[in-house]
């Protein structure tokens, strides 16, 4: 049988017990799946997208894939940034935005259970009105799914304080791909029987399994009022050794997010945004009952590092402030196409990762706008291809890329590590053995194996080249 009659085969399969809807192979539609938000572009379409609304259908769709040896790719909304969920001809995208339900909330054990494809935000709001949230922040919280942040383990403006995505979920229920169905993690507080498969998947780019239900740990709103601290400084150096300054005084900021000088510079030319006279911003939030004490104290400590203080407790100039940080992708977008960075050093060496970032730049002659949470040392060096418009997605050009690599070997001699919250996928595939060594890399590729023995959940992606059946 020709490759073309097996798909014909699996399609005509697939269609068997999904909504008539629930297929796709137009090449024309499919088209979108190449890319996410990371500027990569898979070389080919992939061969069919599916759209289950329900475990069954995932369960049906994995064991035709699996039956067929066709690989499948997990992908909710599409916002990743490691390329971690883009297809090529002879995969099939197993997309679970349908699947968008909040199945049940339990306010006495602090837990909502949900389908994967509904949008961080929208869950955050409907768990307002029952006095909860769900602490996961990442930037495109509007736009991403949960499942998405549970396979990337993503993280956002408020985990230095709140934790990342794995500190937030109970359980998972995960589809293998051989279409058998498990349930890893508790539902309850404590639990410690066998490995933990759960912390396991979290994180795992859709390589182990396709998540389809998650039990996910909520807290009670925050009380108290929020204070928004927004601190100009003169160089980029005095703004990163003010936010280690913070951590070193014992304080934890629900927020503390720091602007170099070129984004600065580029954010004020695409909002109007007045930074008064500093080339550095510092944004800082602290929050509960202790918030304004906490912050007059902070205050204290950037304006012994030189910082212009603005201090705020009123809902919409904290509003404006935030604004500025989530404005910061959409500045350089306007610029051109962006490949977003995510290395993860020590807090303590902050100041100096800029500064050798500064230095790439001055070798390199590529300018490298630079965002970071300062909370936790995870910085986003952006690289803008101009004249390329984003929706466009056109390979990013090599010298590019080999600044970046310098950027990821600085990121490691500084101790830390390739990606603190985007994921490897395929954009940082060709690094991950420099940070894991040879040992823990093999050890990662036969954990992959027992999962997926013939290699069909996201083949290529976070090892390169992808291990063989």
Not at 280 to 288: H, M, P
């Amino acid at each position: 049988m020709s490759t073309t009659e097996n798909f014909s085969t699996v399609l005509a399969e697939l269609r068997d017990q999904l909504p008539a809807d629930a297929v796709v192979d137009d090449p024309r539609a499919l088209s979108v799946y190449q890319y996410d938000r990371s500027g990569h572009l898979s070389d080919t379409v992939p061969s069919a997208a599916v759209f289950p609304r329900t475990v069954e259908e995932v369960q049906h769709i994995a064991r035709v894939c699996f039956h067929h040896r066709i690989p499948m790719v997990p992908r909710g909304a599409g916002t990743g940034l490691a390329g971690s969920a883009i297809g090529s001809t002879g995969e099939i995208m197993v997309c679970t935005d349908r699947m968008n339900q909040i199945l049940q909330l339990q306010p006495e054990n602090r837990s909502v259970t949900v389908q994967p494809g509904i949008l961080n935000g929208e869950l955050n709001t409907y768990l307002a009105t029952q006095g909860f949230w769900w602490p996961p922040d990442p930037a495109s919280k509007d736009i991403s799914t949960v499942g998405g942040n549970i396979s990337m383990n993503a993280g956002g403006l408020l985990c230095a304080k709140y934790g990342v995505t794995r500190e937030a979920v109970l359980s998972l229920q995960v589809v293998l791909a051989d279409g058998s169905l498990i349930t890893v993690g508790h539902h309850t507080v404590k639990g410690v029987t066998g490995y933990d498969l759960c912390a396991l998947l979290i994180g795992s780019e859709g390589t182990l399994g396709i998540i389809v239900e998650a039990t996910l740990k909520i807290r009670p709103l925050t009380p108290g009022t929020t204070v928004t601290l927004g601190a100009s400084f003169p160089t980029v150096t005095d703004a990163a050794e003010a936010a280690s300054a913070v951590t070193r005084h014992g304080h934890t900021p629900a927020m503390m997010e720091l602007l170099d000088d070129l984004t600065v510079a580029l954010v004020t030319e695409h909002t109007g945004e007045n930074f008064g006279s500093g080339n550095s911003f510092l944004l800082i939030q602290t929050d509960g009952p202790a918030a304004a004490t906490e912050a007059e104290e902070i205050g204290a400590i950037l304006t012994d590092h030189q910082a212009e203080l603005t201090i705020t407790d009123d809902p919409e100039e904290s509003q404006r402030l935030v604004g500025i940080r989530r404005s910061v992708f959409p500045s350089l977008e306007a610029k051109g196409q962006l490949l977003v960075e995510d290395i993860a050093v020590p807090r303590s060496t902050m100041a100096e990762a800029f500064a050798r970032i500064r230095d790439l730049e001055q070798a390199s002659g590529i300018k490298i706008p630079t965002a970071c949470h300062a909370g936790d040392g995870n910085l986003h060096p952006v690289f803008v291809v101009e004249g390329q418009d984003h929706g466009q997605n056109r390979e990013v050009p090599e010298a590019i890329w080999d600044v970046a690599g310098q950027v990821f070997t600085m990121a490691l001699e500084l101790g830390g590590t390739l990606t603190g919250e985007h994921g490897v996928g395929v954009l940082k595939s060709r690094w991950l053995r420099d940070e894991l060594g040879d040992v823990q890399y093999r050890l990662q590729q036969n954990i992959k194996a027992a999962f997926d023995p013939h290699n069909l959940m996201n083949p290529g992606k976070v090892f390169r080249p992808a291990p063989t059946a």
